[in-house]
């Protein structure tokens, strides 16, 4: 299946200073990945191309790096994912726009679970990190509660990983 994800927000800070923000990723003075709710993002070294890692059971490597531009990422795990997700920085008129898209193929089980698992999940932090891009920048979040499923999810997937942690 075909999968297309986009999520954007119009800052009214500077593209520099929302291109930071993407220069952060994964390090100590990561500001926009919402860290303090989701399994952090973290890589085998700084921000470059070839560097690896993931946030929870998402594994992908750094393809493409501009920095205070854009960053792109190719997935590796789940099995079954096959594509890429991107933050960039776009200069507005009045400030600038973030955007992260996805655009994989999946095949197999995983399209089931992008579906009803990742995607869900993956639109609820994605909305999280806009909404600290926003805070991070002067601006105020949109405070988007989870859904009912996005709840569920999470609990479900936090008494399995207690079940792993206690085997």
């Known amino acids: 299946m075909l999968v297309v994800n986009h999520h954007e927000r119009d ?8 291109g930071a923000l993407i220069n952060g990723l994964a390090s100590a003075n990561d500001r926009l990945w919402p860290h303090d709710r989701w399994p952090p993002m973290r890589l085998d070294r700084p921000l470059q191309p070839g560097a690896t890692g993931g946030h929870g059971p998402i594994r992908y490597r750094v393809e493409s790096y501009r920095p205070g531009e854009a960053v792109t990422f190719r997935f590796l795990r789940p099995t079954g994912f096959d594509g890429t997700h991107t933050f960039a920085v776009q200069a507005l008129p009045t400030g600038s726009r973030l955007s992260h898209s996805i ?8 399209t089931w679970a992008w579906r009803w698992v990742y995607e869900p999940l993956h639109d609820a932090l994605l909305e999280d990190a806009l909404d600290r891009a926003a805070q991070q920048t002067g601006g105020v979040g949109r405070g988007v509660a989870w859904s009912r499923w996005v709840r569920l999810l999470r609990w479900v997937l936090a008494r399995a990983r207690k079940r792993r942690r206690a085997a």
């Open 103 to 110: 655009c994989m193929t999946t095949s197999g089980k995983a």
């Open 11 to 18: 800052l009214a800070a500077a593209a520099p200073v929302v």
